[in-house]
């Protein structure tokens, strides 16, 4: 394992990485150690002192990172996350088969500053990334009804129901970057995402169920292909035919888009939201608001993934 402590989305030079070679960080915030048992089993273990992380810092990325051959021939790779006063948060990395490199948890500080801090599963086979440069701020620029295009920062997406209709609504998007990498960003399996590192799409779900937010960061517009946003529904005997509601959509910079959500005729259990593309530095977002019929057996994120031909291989999620 190896830890990165990152400023503004990046690191500050060799010294904010730390791992068995390097294995305190100077601040003595992050410390790395490593044990053998008999039986072969390596544990290594990150202790994270979040009160003397220095003020600059932004976010410290946890990693596994593979010498002399792909991740995916490592059998039993599982990270379990132990906070003082909290359960202790365990997530299966298997699956993976390719990379040398595995991001598998993110400890940021929570927006607005402060001594608050989150922690969330990323599970990305990717290196790391540099961020990209920040461009001046372009005037917003209103499009025809068919979309918006926004400008940096970052866009907020949201579903409100009404009258309680919310219990069961699950708010997920697929993404698909540049380079090729493609996933999901949803509440089964804590598919969480990250704000600044790839996918550069985050899920917040309140703790007490009282709703959701997606967030995407658009300073890295230009690693984009597409993101689409939806909602599924969980449990049976339920159907969009009864769910009402208001999408929310606030970028930084630009005019929000919000629109309400009609009651499906279908007797669906998935609905697409919007469509985002990339056109030139920005990313263009487009109302979608559109009820899937989804068939027996076939589940609503394959049934979404299926309309817009994604790609994936959909596995049940695991807790």
């Not at 021939?73 to 003082?84: K, M, Q, S, T």
């Not at 948890?105 to 990323?122: I, K, Q, Y």
Request: glycine share 14%.
């Amino acid at each position: 394992m190896c830890a990165l402590l990152l400023a503004d989305g990046a690191p500050r030079g060799a010294g904010d990485l730390v791992d068995a070679e390097v294995p305190r960080h100077e601040s003595g915030a992050v410390t790395h150690t490593r044990e053998q048992s008999d039986d072969g089993s390596v544990v290594d273990a990150l202790l994270v002192d979040l009160a003397s992380v220095g003020k600059d810092v932004t976010a410290v990325v946890l990693a596994i990172r593979a010498e002399g051959g792909p991740l995916g021939r490592i059998p039993g790779l599982r990270l379990c996350a132990l906070v003082e006063g909290r359960q202790p948060v365990r997530l299966d990395c298997g699956g993976v088969t390719g990379g040398r490199m595995l991001v598998v948890a993110e400890c940021h500080r929570e927006e607005g500053g402060g001594d608050g801090w989150r922690l969330r599963a990323v599970t990305l086979a990717r290196p790391l990334l540099p961020a990209a440069p920040r461009r001046p701020l372009p005037a917003p620029v209103v499009l025809p009804p068919e979309g918006t295009c926004v400008g940096p920062g970052l866009l907020r997406i949201a579903f409100d129901a009404d009258g309680g209709d919310g219990a069961g609504v699950d708010l997920c998007a697929l993404y698909e970057l540049a380079d090729g990498l493609k996933g999901v960003v949803q509440p089964l399996g804590g598919a969480a995402g990250a704000l600044r590192l790839p996918p550069y799409v985050r899920l917040d779900v309140e703790r007490d169920g009282g709703g959701a937010r997606l967030t995407v960061n658009l300073d890295q517009a230009v690693r984009f292909r597409r993101v689409l946003v939806y909602l599924t529904l969980r449990g049976t005997g339920r159907s969009f035919a009864d769910v009402h509601g208001t999408v929310t959509v606030r970028p930084d910079h630009g005019p929000a888009q919000d629109f309400a959500l009609d009651p499906s005729g279908l007797e669906s259990t998935a609905c697409v939201l919007l469509l985002l593309t990339r056109e030139g530095d920005a990313l263009r977002v487009r109302r979608e608001a559109r009820h899937l019929a989804v068939r027996q057996g076939v589940s609503p994120q394959r049934t979404v993934d299926y309309a817009y031909g994604w790609g994936l291989v959909w596995t049940p999620a695991t807790f």
